[in-house]
């Protein structure tokens, strides 16, 4: 099995952001490295009508969409990102790049429990799912990828995750959308990227909240992370935002950034097939948990977060979250 650390041997770490109980570590390329294939990120391509996301078919179906790309090149669509529109929002289960000129089916999971109707006819770029929802999908998307080859996550733990960033923010939402957390709390959220401008050599970043490891994300090139660092760094915010009130740690950053790397690139990784193009790598361990898109044994995204359900034992003990049975919205299963 090949482990994670052929994908970092190239990395060090850069000088430590800082925004309230929210801390960035950039990761940068030791020596210059070109991705291994030209892509454009999905909302690139969407604003430039040379892609297209749509429910699979007239009756819609909650796990999957369709994307077709009409672009000379490929198209890049980022596990976690969140797709606005057409009979209810949903992020990516996994990374995918789509080839040139190419239609896919792509696995999704809901982010609106409320709504089942049209507002568009299809999908717009939206925001990115905060580190507990996405560490969630990608521990059940991984195991689904060994056992069945297919990228299918647990609704209800999404929804039940979703429910969590709702309630952590307070926010009020009709049809239980995680986008109306992030539209109501614009201006904090706001205020929090404006103290964490994104290092123009960065390939990735390690985010620690109250001093914990949250997530680390790992690109292919500076520019892709300048292009989608302002809805990632806003996904990183909600969990800060929700973590207010928990005490920090003491360790050092730069300390933690180091042991994070070095248990990372220790994880044994099982290879599955990628939606497209690349292959989907996939990795879980008692304290890590995490996936990466790879070609020609570079990574095109890593994510990696921490493989415990801490958080989320420590919000339900304090009466932020009700039992799933009492949370249910409307379409879809119930859990």
């Known amino acids: 099995m090949p ?14 952001l800082t925004s309230r109980n929210l801390t960035l570590i950039p990761l940068v390329h030791k020596e210059p490295a070109r991705p291994a294939i030209p892509y454009l990120l999905a909302a690139t391509a969407l604003d430039r009508d040379l892609f297209t996301v749509t429910e699979a078919d007239d009756s819609g179906s909650v796990p999957e969409l369709r994307a077709v790309n009409d672009a000379d090149i490929a198209v890049l669509l980022l596990d976690g990102e969140e797709l606005i529109g057409a009979k209810q929002n949903r992020i990516l289960n996994t990374d995918v790049l789509l080839s040139p000129h190419t239609g896919k089916m792509i696995p999704v999971s809901c982010v609106e429990q409320g709504r089942w109707h049209h507002t568009r006819p299809d999908f717009a770029p939206g925001g990115h799912a905060p580190p507990p929802i996405r560490a969630r999908k990608s521990r059940t998307v991984g195991r689904n990828l060994k056992e069945s080859n297919e990228a299918i996550a647990n609704q209800c733990e999404v929804w ?15 049809t239980a959308a995680m986008c109306d957390a992030y539209d109501q709390h614009r201006d904090d959220l706001a205020s929090r990227r404006a103290d964490l401008r994104c290092p123009p050599d960065a390939v990735g970043v390690i985010a620690l909240i109250n001093g914990a490891f949250a997530a680390l ?18 996904g990183y915010a909600v969990d800060a935002t929700m973590r207010v009130d928990q005490q920090p740690t003491s360790t050092p950053p730069t300390a933690d950034a ?3 790397l070095r248990r990372l690139g220790r994880v044994d990784c099982t290879v599955c097939d990628g939606v497209d193009l690349g292959e989907d790598w996939r990795f879980e361990s008692a304290d890590l948990v995490g996936s990466a898109l790879v070609i020609k044994n570079s990574p095109v995204h890593l994510s990696a977060f921490p493989n415990d359900t801490g958080y989320e034992r420590a919000m339900n003990h304090q009466g932020r979250i009700a039992p799933p049975s009492q949370r249910h919205h409307g379409h879809g299963p119930v859990c």
């Open 3 to 16: 482990t994670p650390q052929v994908l970092l041997d190239n990395l060090m770490t850069g000088s430590v």
């Open 160 to 174: 039940d995750g979703v429910d969590m960033v709702l309630d952590g923010m307070a926010t009020s939402s009709h």
């Open 217 to 234: 994300d790992l690109f292919d090139s500076p520019s892709t992370v300048q292009q989608f660092w302002p809805r990632l760094v806003t």
């Open 258 to 260: 180091a042991d994070i």
